[in-house]
């Protein structure tokens, strides 16, 4: 798992949390320590810095990635954006990023736009980098007042099961074996997935932005 605040106690970091219970024993999971990641600089690319080089073996080992992204100023957090920037760039022998290819899936805690700005500013990088996105919605969650005031993320009912299906598409010709950064499996599913179609989800506390995916064909029948 990615999670894109590093705030101790940060709403992002809870969601996490509560998302590596929903999962239970279907995966061994792990957070990725990215806090000392330093500003790109290319000057600096080589050798590549230590806290960079541990990042990128984390992320290469995974089966895939759970990404946690809270949303700034209507966009993606630039810190986060720096290790992704960091994490797209080919290796020094020459082979390609260790984003390529990779499956990934993205859940996040934001205010009344419910992460509908940083879903939508997500979907071009995600695509050059060419990673196979989970053809499953992805969760957000908006903040109401207690919760800014106690520093306390609550979900209800409905958001937990967005959660722990996440992971999982409908169609079982997508099951595949997906895993957390750092771990071995998280759940069944992936999709051999980019860019082709456009859908706009909004309901139950969650919104999802201007999404778009390929699907199987025997995934978009009936599925909502």
């Not at 806090?35 to 790109?40: G, T």
Request: charged letters at 20%; hydrophobic letters at 40%; glycine letters at 8%.
């Amino acid at each position: 798992m990615i999670v894109g605040s590093l705030r101790k106690n940060s709403f992002n970091k809870q969601l996490a949390a509560m998302a590596e219970q929903e999962l239970g024993d279907r995966a061994s999971v792990s957070v990725l320590d990215w806090s000392e990641v330093p500003v790109f600089n290319q000057d600096e690319e080589f050798p590549t810095p230590k806290s960079v080089a541990e990042a990128r073996v984390a992320v290469n080992e995974a089966d895939a990635i759970w990404i946690f992204t809270p949303e700034y100023n209507h966009s993606v957090p630039g810190s986060l954006k720096n290790l992704f920037d960091w994490l797209s760039r080919p290796l020094e022998d020459g082979t390609p990023s260790v984003l390529t290819g990779k499956v990934m899936t993205m859940s996040g805690v934001g205010g009344l736009n419910t992460l509908r700005y940083a879903f939508a500013a997500w979907m071009p990088s995600l695509t050059l980098f060419k990673m196979r996105i989970v053809p499953v919605p992805f969760t957000g969650v908006t903040l109401n007042r207690e919760m800014f005031s106690t520093d306390k993320l609550e979900l209800n009912a409905a958001m937990r099961t967005s959660l722990k299906y996440q992971p999982t598409p409908r169609c079982s010709d997508c099951r595949g074996r997906v895993a957390a950064v750092g771990a071995a499996c998280f759940a069944a599913g992936f999709a051999e997935a980019s860019v082709s179609r456009a859908a706009d989800w909004s309901g139950n506390g969650m919104s999802y932005g201007s999404f778009r995916e390929t699907r199987h064909s025997s995934c978009v029948k009936g599925d909502n």
